[in-house]
């Protein structure tokens, strides 16, 4: 089995940043693409940024420019440093993965969330 556990979200005031962490544990063979998803009350989850197991990245057109994706491969972690925060940016951060845990077996894994308040 596998566990994605995110980290680091909180309360922040508008155009302050914010650095989150999603770390995977248990049986993993590799990690392929990893995900960053949001959602806030009364609206559908969003995915917000992707990283390529080589590290090709993709962002929503919301927050271009202002998060930044990276992993590292070693630490089985993906992060989303988040800066300029906006009000609107406030939801729960879902980390997203594809992973192997045998040279055959894939499967998409969530994690719990963390919440993410931009507010002052």
């Known amino acids: 089995q596998v566990q994605l556990v995110e980290s680091g979200g909180g309360l922040v005031q508008p155009g302050g940043s914010l650095r989150l962490s999603c770390a995977a544990s248990g049986s993993i063979f590799s990690i392929y693409v990893m995900r960053w998803y949001r959602q806030s009350p009364g609206k559908q989850r969003e995915l917000v940024a992707t990283i390529t197991s080589g590290g090709s990245t993709d962002y929503a057109d919301s927050v271009k420019d202002r998060f930044t994706i990276s992993r590292a491969n070693a630490k089985n972690t993906v992060y989303l440093q988040m800066n300029s925060l906006k009000p609107e940016d406030t939801a729960n951060y879902y980390c997203?993965?594809?992973?192997?845990?045998?040279?055959?077996?894939?499967?998409?894994?969530w994690g719990q969330g963390t919440q993410v308040t931009v507010s002052s």
């Open positions: 997203n993965a594809d992973v192997s845990t045998t040279a055959t077996l894939r499967r998409n894994y």
